[in-house]
């Protein structure tokens, strides 16, 4: 079950399920090999993690978040980014951040935009998340980046962003080896808001037009 949650969260973040497309069944259970109740098991734990919105009586179809909500979402995140940030300053060992710095070389040589890039930079970042110390903090920003994953996998996709991304991991990992503690802070907090920015400017300019005259 495990893995065609996987799948569908997959599907879900690269947009081959859009927001507000009804999740048929008969459909999923003929793909997957899988019988109706797990299926249906993996769809109300998709909703549980807020990818999916369950009716009785239409079935599951993929969430769709507006410009504010997409807003207030990496409004928290930043904050709990920050928060965690300072506290993975002071755990964060010099064999992480070799780690870091090796990660960080493949995915400077890495140019496709697949689902290794994807593990390749979330294991960069795993090695600050599990340094926080803090698991009711890091299950609370996990659940919010799974959530936002298209715009994520947005971020990918463009070639500037793509590269303010690298360039901010290096700069990371280089405020970790001066002892840079506010920069950290600092770039923890602030490096998913431009892709945000262009993702919202793109896929809801009329949104974007409302919120700023309101």
């Keep these: ?11 879900i973040m690269v947009g081959e399920f859009r927001p507000k497309q009804k ?5 999923l259970m003929q793909y997957f090999s899988a019988g109706r109740g797990v299926v249906r098991d993996s769809l109300k734990i998709l909703a549980d993690r807020g990818l999916v919105v369950r009716n009785e009586n239409r079935g599951a179809t993929v969430i769709e978040l507006s410009a504010k909500e997409i807003r207030d979402l990496y409004f928290l995140r930043s904050h709990l980014e920050g928060i965690g ?40 970042h795993e090695i600050i998340f599990r340094s ?50 506010d920069r950290f802070i600092r770039l923890c907090q602030n490096h998913m808001i431009p892709g945000m920015e262009a993702y919202i400017s793109i896929m809801y300019p009329h949104e974007v037009r409302n919120f700023k005259t309101n």
């Design 1 to 11: 079950m495990e893995n065609i949650i996987q799948e569908i969260e997959y599907s």
């Design 85 to 124: 940030a300072e506290l993975a300053f002071d755990r964060i060992s010099s064999k992480d951040i070799e780690q870091m710095s090796k990660l960080q070389e493949e995915l400077k040589n890495y140019t496709q935009v697949d689902r290794k890039l994807l593990k390749l930079h979330e294991t960069l």
């Design 132 to 181: 926080y110390g803090n698991n009711f903090l890091l299950r609370q920003i996990k659940s919010l980046i799974t959530i936002a994953g298209p715009v994520r996998y947005f971020s990918y996709t463009q070639p500037d962003l793509r590269e303010k991304r690298i360039r901010e991991h290096d700069e990371m990992i280089q405020s970790l080896k001066n002892s840079d503690k």
């Design 23 to 27: 999740l048929v069944e008969t459909d």
